[in-house]
C-alpha cells in the first residue's frame, strides 16, 4: 500500500523549534535545522535576532538536505541592527513581521534551514535562548 500525503486546512500540529544563539565577536555563525524523516513542516514564520552590539547581514536559506549541497532558495537576508530581528515572510530587515504569509512554505523530510549572522566587526557578542523561532505545523507522514 502507499504512502498518501493529503492536507486539508489546517492541519497538523502547531509547534516552534528554539534555539539558543551565541554570537561572538567578529564571528560568523551558522545555525542549521533539519525537518526530521518520518515529518513534513508547513512553515508559518522563521525568525533570527540579532543579539549583538553592531549590525550584523542575517540570511536564511533553504536546502533539500543537511549536507548543504543542493541549495533550493534564500528565503530572507537583510543587514540587520543591533538587537532586532529578521522575520520570514516579512518585506523588511528588522522591526515586526508584515502581514501574515501568503505562501504556503512546505518542507519535506531532511530540508535543512540554514541561518548565518555575517561576522560584523568589533563587538561584544551576546547570547539569547530564544535567538531562533520556527513556527511550524508537523504532519506525520507514518
Do not use: H
Request: hydrophobic content about 45%; some cysteine.
Amino acid at each position: 500500500m502507499k504512502k498518501t500525503f493529503s492536507e486539508t486546512f489546517p492541519s497538523g500540529t502547531v509547534k516552534t523549534s528554539v534555539t539558543s544563539i551565541t554570537l561572538v565577536n567578529n564571528t560568523q555563525k551558522v545555525q542549521d535545522v533539519s525537518v526530521p524523516s518520518d515529518t513534513v513542516w508547513v512553515i508559518q514564520c522563521i525568525r533570527a535576532v540579532n543579539i549583538d552590539d553592531v549590525q550584523r547581514t542575517v540570511v536564511i536559506d533553504l536546502w533539500n538536505e543537511a549536507a548543504k549541497t543542493s541549495k533550493i532558495a534564500r528565503l530572507q537576508s537583510g543587514a540587520v541592527a543591533a538587537v532586532t530581528d529578521l522575520v520570514y515572510p516579512s518585506i523588511t530587515a528588522g522591526g515586526t513581521i508584515i502581514g501574515v504569509p501568503t505562501a504556503v512554505l512546505v518542507l519535506g523530510p531532511g530540508m535543512t534551514i540554514s541561518v548565518t549572522w555575517a561576522a560584523g566587526g568589533v563587538s561584544t557578542g551576546a547570547t539569547d535562548s530564544d535567538g531562533l523561532v520556527i513556527l511550524y505545523r508537523e504532519l506525520t507522514l507514518t
